[in-house]
């Protein structure tokens, strides 16, 4: 068992990357088997996985430094991404924004296959989305092309629906 000392820069605030109630920390334990207290300002991980729970804080850290919420979700895809060796941060998912919504807020990319998804419909003129359902495949498609009729890239959308 081995113990690991963080030392996170003083950029966020501890309760807004470890949720209420330390709902996020809790949510790192119970992913990898530690036990993780903070002191101060040094957060120590206890545990056989002690360095993919030290990773993971980094990640929430970082997240959380460059303006995006924790919620329950992401704080699973970041667990889920460390688990196969992947940085969320690195990866450069919500690095641009595809377009705004009606009340100002930016719409991003949430995950890797969506930002991929992104990049392809940006750099081909038909693209395929595949996939299950509530992956958002829709709902960035028609983002791309009301930010590409605003930007007079194209003249019309057409909206075709496959005969099933």
């Not at 998804?117 to 791309?144: E, H, L, W």
Request: charge should be neutral; glycine fraction near 10%.
């Amino acid at each position: 068992m081995s113990e690991i000392r963080i030392n996170p820069s003083g950029a966020v605030e501890f309760s807004e990357v470890f949720g209420a109630f330390d709902h996020n920390l809790e949510t790192v334990e119970k992913a990898t088997g530690c036990s993780i207290t903070y002191r101060g300002d040094q957060i120590i991980v206890n545990g056989e996985q002690a360095e993919k729970a030290a990773f993971i804080i980094n990640e929430l850290f970082k997240t959380a430094e460059n303006g995006q919420i924790l919620d329950d979700q992401k704080v699973g895809y970041i667990i889920t991404l460390a688990g196969e060796g992947v940085s969320y941060t690195d990866s450069n998912v919500a690095r641009d924004v595809i377009c705004f919504t009606f009340r100002g807020k930016p719409l991003k990319a949430k995950t890797i296959g969506q930002r991929n998804y992104v990049d392809a419909i940006k750099k081909n003129d038909i693209t395929f989305g595949i996939g299950p359902a509530g992956t958002g495949k829709t709902y960035i498609a028609v983002a791309m092309a009301i930010n590409a009729l605003k930007n007079k890239d194209v003249e019309k959308i057409i909206l075709a629906r496959p005969a099933v």
